[in-house]
C-alpha cells in the first residue's frame, strides 16, 4: 500500500505545475497578479481567444509542427540504413563510429550554436524551416540510430536470410518484412525526435528572426510594452502540449510495445 501511496504522491506532485498552468490560463491578468486563487474566480477564455485569433501566435504553431514534422521524416529515412548497418553488419570502427554518434546527443547545443549561424548564413538559410530542422537532425540523429538498432538487433538475422531466399529482393525484404517488425522502434523514435524538436529552445532562437520562429520563440518573445501578459502565456503553453498529447494518444498502442522491448 506505501507503494501506491508514493505512487499517487508523485503523480500529484508532477501534475502541479500543469494544472497551475491551466488555472492560469482561465484567468484574467489582474486575478494573476493580485492575489494567489487556486480556481479562477474571474473566468475567462480572452486568453484563449487572443492566440487563436492572433496571426503572431498561429505562425509559431504552424511554424513548430512543419520544423518538427521535417525533423522527424529527414531523421527517420536517413536513422533506418544507418541503424540497419549497424545491427547487421560488423566493420573495422564500427562500435568507436557507434559511440561517436551518442556523443554528439550529449554535446549542449550551445556548442554548435554558432557554427550552424555562420553556416546557414552563407546558405541564405537563416529564418527558414530548413534551418532549424537540420540543425535538430544533429541531436536527433544519433538518438534515433541508437533506439533503431537495438529493435532492429533484436530481430534474428535468419529471418533476413530466409527471405532472400524465398526469393525477395532486399528493398521487397526491407518493406514487406522488416519494417513491419519495427514498427514500434519507429514509432519510439518519431515520438522523441517529434519531441525533442518542439521544445527546443536556443538553436530555433538562434536560426530564426520572425517568418520562421516556432513557438518556443514565441513565448520568449511575447513581451509588450506593459509587460508578461501571463494569462496569454500560460494559454500558449497549454495549447502548447496540445501536439505532444495527440501524438502519444495516437500512438499510444505502439509506444507501449516499443518501450518494453527497445533500447528505451
Request: glycine share 6%.
Amino acid at each position: 500500500m506505501k507503494k501506491q501511496y508514493y505512487l499517487i504522491l508523485f503523480l500529484v506532485l508532477l501534475m502541479v505545475p500543469i494544472y497551475w498552468m491551466l488555472n492560469m490560463s482561465f484567468k484574467p491578468n489582474s486575478e494573476i497578479l493580485q492575489q494567489l486563487t487556486f480556481y479562477p474566480h474571474e473566468f475567462t477564455l480572452k486568453n484563449y481567444q487572443e492566440i487563436l485569433s492572433s496571426e503572431f501566435w498561429r505562425s509559431g504553431y504552424i511554424n513548430s509542427i512543419s520544423m518538427a514534422l521535417m525533423n522527424v521524416t529527414f531523421v527517420t529515412i536517413t536513422a533506418l540504413p544507418a541503424a540497419y548497418a549497424f545491427s547487421r553488419w560488423n566493420f573495422r570502427g564500427d562500435k568507436h563510429l557507434f559511440f561517436w554518434f551518442l556523443t554528439n546527443r550529449m554535446a549542449p547545443p550551445a556548442a554548435f550554436m554558432v557554427p550552424f549561424f555562420i553556416l546557414y548564413s552563407n546558405f541564405n538559410l537563416i529564418d527558414t524551416y530548413w534551418a532549424v530542422a537540420l540543425a535538430h537532425c544533429l541531436f536527433n540523429l544519433p538518438l534515433a540510430i541508437w533506439i533503431l538498432e537495438g529493435f532492429m538487433s533484436g530481430i534474428p538475422k535468419e529471418i533476413d536470410e530466409m527471405a532472400f531466399l524465398d526469393g525477395h529482393s532486399f528493398p521487397s525484404f526491407v518493406w514487406n518484412i522488416f519494417l513491419p517488425l519495427i514498427t514500434p522502434g519507429i514509432a519510439v523514435t518519431a515520438f522523441f525526435t517529434f519531441m525533442f524538436s518542439w521544445v527546443e529552445l536556443l538553436l530555433a532562437r538562434t536560426l530564426t528572426n520572425e517568418a520562421a520562429q516556432p513557438i518556443t520563440v514565441t513565448l520568449t518573445r511575447s513581451l509588450g510594452a506593459g509587460g508578461w501578459d501571463w494569462g496569454v502565456l500560460a494559454a500558449a503553453g497549454v495549447l502548447a502540449m496540445v501536439p505532444g498529447a495527440i501524438i502519444v494518444y495516437l500512438v499510444r498502442d505502439l509506444l507501449a510495445t516499443g518501450f518494453s522491448m527497445g533500447r528505451v
